[in-house]
């Protein structure tokens, strides 16, 4: 424990802050603030897919799941509890383009966040200026990005499996 042997080491002191949220058309779901420490799938189906998805999900006339291939959904015990509850999901190959609409409102949304110019102080001030930006995004915004989906579709094909630019 000499200092002469002790590599100094950085901290940003920057927290980072997990969201789960759902879009369809002209509809939005209520936000999730994910737990630290609780990220597992099972925490997962426990602060999502239970108390939020289930419900959004089983609200719309005819419903279809798309995530990411992200392992929090697509662990074994994620798939079982989506086929227990008759969850129809869109599948999506290894290492596609995400072409999901809800990462354009992810960015727009950190942007509206960036232009309020509101300092941060903690997490629980983070969590309430991303809720009033979600709720403030504006339904026809939603469904244009939804109304994209099939340009979206062909681009890829278009650019075979590359890049596009959305």
């Given at each position: 424990?000499?200092?002469?042997?002790?590599?100094?080491?950085?901290?940003?002191?920057?927290?980072?802050?997990?969201?789960?949220?759902?879009?369809?058309?002209?509809?939005?779901?209520?936000?999730?603030?994910?737990?630290?420490?609780q990220r597992?799938?099972?925490?997962?189906?426990?602060?999502?897919?239970?108390?939020?998805?289930?419900?959004?999900?089983?609200?719309?006339?005819?419903?279809?799941?798309?995530?990411?291939?992200?392992?929090?959904?697509?662990?074994?015990?994620?798939?079982?509890?989506?086929?227990?509850?008759?969850?129809?999901?869109?599948?999506?190959?290894?290492?596609?383009?995400?072409?999901?609409?809800?990462?354009?409102?992810?960015?727009?949304?950190?942007?509206?966040?960036?232009?309020?110019?509101?300092?941060?102080?903690?997490?629980?001030?983070?969590?309430?200026?991303?809720?009033?930006?979600?709720?403030?995004?504006?339904?026809?915004?939603?469904?244009?990005?939804?109304?994209?989906?099939p340009k979206?579709?062909?681009?890829?094909?278009?650019?075979?499996?590359?890049l596009i630019?959305?």
């Open positions: 424990m000499l200092p002469s042997c002790l590599a100094p080491t950085f901290k940003s002191g920057r927290s980072s802050l997990s969201i789960w949220g759902g879009i369809t058309y002209n509809r939005r779901s209520s936000l999730v603030f994910f737990n630290k420490g597992s799938s099972n925490d997962f189906i426990k602060q999502v897919y239970e108390p939020v998805l289930l419900d959004f999900y089983n609200s719309c006339s005819t419903p279809v799941l798309m995530e990411d291939n992200a392992p929090i959904h697509t662990a074994k015990v994620a798939r079982e509890w989506k086929d227990n509850h008759q969850i129809v999901r869109l599948n999506w190959p290894p290492q596609s383009p995400d072409l999901n609409p809800i990462e354009n409102l992810w960015m727009i949304l950190k942007r509206a966040k960036e232009r309020r110019f509101e300092y941060v102080r903690n997490i629980e001030s983070l969590k309430v200026l991303v809720e009033s930006e979600w709720n403030l995004m504006s339904i026809e915004k939603i469904n244009k990005l939804i109304d994209s989906m979206r579709m062909k681009d890829v094909i278009r650019s075979k499996g590359y630019d959305y």
